[in-house]
């Protein structure tokens, strides 16, 4: 299938590694270009590198935290030099650790500039880029804990549910603006950040625990590929996906325990 994104300018966040990285190998796959982002400069210098090399696509490496106003306005001025975006997936995000009871403030508010905040801003200063190129697609990657929390995890939790909400009430108001929003709902996916932290937790034993995580959580009884899930984000994000506006999609080999 054509997917209809050759030329396109998708723009990833945090896609030095992990989901992230693997969106932004399956659009150039697809024959879009791509400005990708992360705060770790030397990281994702490389991952631009190796996609423009690997799929012969221009990528642009913006090094920038976008949990604040300047690091999103680096990004979306790189988009807009680099010819304008017309697709926009915001994939930045990270786990938590905590209890309501001890948590403090400035835990919170750290949460929720990197994961709505940066939503908010990065898809206000991209919309005009899209609009001004005749439409566009954005894609919110919140998490299957929006909408089924885990216990140990509660900031974020509230705030990738507070993403899902941004995304819906975010694509009323674009779809006027020729751009479609949605957002999409992994459950566990295979990155090296969960490998790290299994290898870290149980030593030698590592893979059994995963096993076991994916026993524990998933019907289909193992994690989904970074692959699985970005091929799933790229069809969203592409023209055979038109309409598709507002809605929420759960990736998660039958981990939502609900209809
Ligand atoms: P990883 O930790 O593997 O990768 C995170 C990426 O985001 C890195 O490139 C990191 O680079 C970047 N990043 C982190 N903070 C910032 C920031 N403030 N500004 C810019 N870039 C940043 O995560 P995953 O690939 O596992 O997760 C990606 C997204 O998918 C997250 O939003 C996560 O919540 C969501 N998700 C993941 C699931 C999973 O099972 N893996 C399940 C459900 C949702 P650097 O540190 O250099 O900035």
């Not at 880029?129 to 509660?154: D, F, H, R, T």
């Not at 479609?180 to 932290?197: A, F, H, K, S």
Request: overall charge negative; proline content about 2%; charged content about 25%.
């Amino acid at each position: 299938m054509d997917l209809g994104l050759k030329g396109k300018l998708a723009v990833v966040t945090g896609a030095s590694k992990g989901i992230g990285l693997g969106i932004a190998n399956a659009f150039a796959r697809e024959g879009a270009h791509l400005v990708i982002n992360a705060r770790g400069e030397e990281a994702i210098e490389k991952a631009a590198r190796e996609i423009s090399a690997r799929h012969r696509v221009r990528c642009l490496s913006v090094a920038a935290d976008v949990a604040t106003a300047e690091g999103c306005d680096y990004v979306i001025d790189a988009a807009q030099d680099f010819g304008g975006a017309d697709i926009f997936v915001s994939n930045a995000g990270t786990g938590s650790n905590e209890t309501v009871a001890e948590a403090s403030d400035d835990k919170w508010m750290d949460y929720w500039n990197l994961h709505v905040m940066a939503a908010v801003r990065l898809s206000r200063g991209l919309a005009d880029q899209m609009e001004a190129k005749g439409g566009g697609a954005m894609l919110m990657n919140a998490s299957i804990c929006a909408v089924q929390p885990l216990w140990y995890e509660p900031i974020y939790n509230t705030t990738k549910a507070a993403l899902m909400m941004f995304s819906k009430c975010l694509s009323t108001e674009m779809i006027k603006r020729g751009i479609r929003v949605n957002t999409v709902n992994p459950g566990l996916i295979r990155t090296p950040d969960w490998e790290n932290t299994t290898r870290e937790l149980r030593g030698e034993d590592w893979e059994t625990y995963l096993q076991e995580v994916a026993d524990e959580h998933a019907d289909i009884r193992r994690f989904g590929t970074v692959e699985e899930l970005a091929d799933f984000c790229v069809f969203l994000c592409s023209p055979r996906a038109a309409y598709s506006v507002g809605s929420a999609y759960h990736v998660d080999g039958g981990m939502l325990k609900t209809v």
